[in-house]
């Protein structure tokens, strides 16, 4: 399977523990995305990384987020002494930048997920 | 930020019946997505279409950048077409985030 995976797929943890997701996008994607969906609503945007480089961080992420993407291959998301607030789905997606139209073809793949509840 | 409505929030139908789904943004797009997020949350791509009309089956979807909506079709419903049906767009800007719709869920019954 080539689409993008995420790592776990649920998690379960107590108020105050710290997780950590992984994502692994479409190879040659050189964008990826983060989003949080909470029950009933849409996806929101967390944060977007171009290669390895963190470009925009949404208002949604506290201090509490951190996301990497080293050498601008898999990007894992970390949450530091999580709270019953941050019980959600994270989605992890990817793009690849068109060519010659960067900003013209931007269809973005979801991975499957991962469920946080936080106790 | 750019908003993005979709109407009608829930649907109920009939297997065979057909339905449309419609999405309203209050800006211009350089991109517009339809997706079905399946039970298990899983989103779906179904339409990459910033603009015009493009058919996969029994669904097709149109979007009209000009008057700022896109409409997703579905003909001869199957109960495996329920879930959740998200648009959603790309205003541009230097980070090609998409913003969703809150969504239509759609039941179809036997």
């Known amino acids: 399977d080539t689409g993008v995976s995420q790592d776990p797929r649920h998690k379960i943890t107590k108020r105050g523990q710290n997780v950590t997701f992984r994502c692994d996008p479409i190879?040659?994607?050189?964008?990826l995305y983060w989003y949080r969906q909470t029950l009933g609503q849409g996806p929101e945007f967390l944060t977007y990384f171009q290669n390895e480089a963190q470009l925009e961080k949404s208002r949604l992420l506290s201090d509490r987020f951190s996301a990497e993407r080293p050498k601008g291959s898999f990007s894992t998301l970390e949450i530091q002494r999580t709270e019953q607030g941050d019980s959600a789905m994270y989605l992890c997606?990817?793009?690849?930048?068109?060519?010659?139209?960067?900003?013209?073809?931007?269809?973005?793949?979801f991975g499957p997920g991962t469920r946080l509840t936080v106790l | 930020g750019i908003q993005v409505e979709q109407s009608p929030p829930d649907l109920i139908l009939q297997e065979g019946a057909n339905s449309t789904l419609r999405c309203n943004f209050s800006?211009?797009?350089?991109?517009l997505q339809w997706f079905h997020q399946n039970p298990w949350g899983q989103l779906i791509n179904l339409f990459y279409i910033p603009s015009g009309t493009k058919q996969n089956g029994r669904l097709s979807a149109t979007t009209v950048a000009t008057e700022r909506y896109s409409l997703l079709y579905i003909s001869s419903s199957q109960t495996t077409d329920s879930g959740v049906y998200f648009c959603a767009v790309d205003s541009g800007g230097s980070n090609y985030k998409l913003t969703f719709g809150k969504g239509t869920l759609l039941t179809v019954n036997p």
């Open positions: 997606a990817s793009s690849l930048e068109g060519l010659g139209f960067p900003s013209l073809n931007n269809e973005q793949f």
């Open positions: 190879s040659e994607h050189n964008r």
């Open positions: 800006d211009s797009v350089n991109n």
